[in-house]
Every structure is written in structure tokens, then in C-alpha cells.
């Protein structure tokens, strides 16, 4: 029996007439786990659901701060725009059956099974140029594990309970067991800047190890 199913309690008692089994101490019924793939999910048009991300950088050694609702957007575009990678790159704004689309998975099946996104924000700049041309990059993928050789517990899923007492005063809970889609988001990036005085040292330092190759 499985462990996690309740505490034993030590005794063995009739299951059915031809049959004894361990008692355990727990809540009635037993949870029944897996999830049936032929139902839809509930939310089925949550894909349409859309997100707004705001994310700030700061590159203290350069003082250099940014946001990723850039400059140039208005209120009154970002009222309207949704994310798209060829006609609008920068917008802040994602449908969530786009970012899943973009990973290639199929969000209707991710939603009854559960899973994990990762919502990537990639921050490469090159502080020469304009502020203007410090712009972050979108990218999309799975996170959890896919693998056909190793799924157990596949997905993503959590459970919580409501407990309370009923009118006759028994003890009672209502477990949930939910899947659902998690959304992660993850920023990283560089930035570099050219220094003069950096430059002359490594230029002098390459100078001076020449002479003495020179020597020798």
C-alpha cells in the first residue's frame, strides 16, 4: 500500500469477504491520481487570456536603467497592441496561447496535463550606441520535463484543501487536485562599454611583454 495514502495503523481487517488488508488512518475516499486526457480543460479559451509584463534592467557599473515598455510606446498603443515577432516585437502585452504556440506545444492538451513555460527576456546591449538600440529580445520554450522514457509525474499540478465540519459535526475537506499552465519569467543579458584606460593598459601591458620577448 502506498505510504502517502494515510498512517499505518497496524491492524488488518476485511476488505471483502475474501479479502484483508492494512488499515490506514485517512481521509475517506482515497485520492484516485491521474487525469483524464479525454476531457477538455476548463478554461478552454483561456489561450486568448493575455498577460502584461513589465520588467526593468540596471547595469550599475555603467549607471545605465531601462524598462521593457520602451520610450516610444504610448498609452494609447499599449492599449491595443498584442505581441507578435514581425509586426510588433516590443510590445509588452502576450496572448498566452501565442507564447505556448511559439514553444510548440498544443496549449489545450498543456492545459489538462499541466505544464511549465519559460517566458525569456534577453537584454544584450552594446552601450556605445543609443539608448535606443537597447531593446529586449522575446523567447519562449518548455520547461518541464517531455521525456517518453521518464515520465513519471509528468506536467504540473498542486494540491490544496478546504476543510470544514459538517452540519452533524463531522470533520470533512474538500481536496483539490488542480493542472494547470506555470509561466516563468526569466531575464539575463550583458552589457559593454568602451574605456580608454582599460585599453592603453592591456596595449601597454602587450608592449612591454613584447620588448622582453625581444630581449631574451
Known sequence: MNPSLGIQTGRCVNFNETVRTCEVQAWCPLEINGV?????ALL????????LIKNNIRY?????????ILPNISST???TCIFNRQTDPYCPIFRLGDIVHEAGEDFQKMAVEGGVMG???RWDCDLDKSDSK????YTFRRLDNKNPNNNVAPGYNFRFAKYYKTPDGVESRTLIKAYGIRFDVMVFGRAGKFNIIPTLIN???????LGLVSMF
Open 134 to 137: 537597447c531593446v529586449p529580445t
Open 36 to 40: 483524464n486526457d479525454s476531457e477538455p
Open 119 to 121: 517566458i525569456q527576456i
Open 60 to 68: 550599475p557599473k555603467f549607471n545605465f536603467n531601462k524598462r521593457n
Open 44 to 51: 478552454k479559451a483561456a489561450d486568448n487570456f493575455t498577460v
Open 203 to 209: 596595449v601597454g601591458s602587450g608592449l612591454a611583454l
Open 77 to 79: 498603443y499599449l492599449k
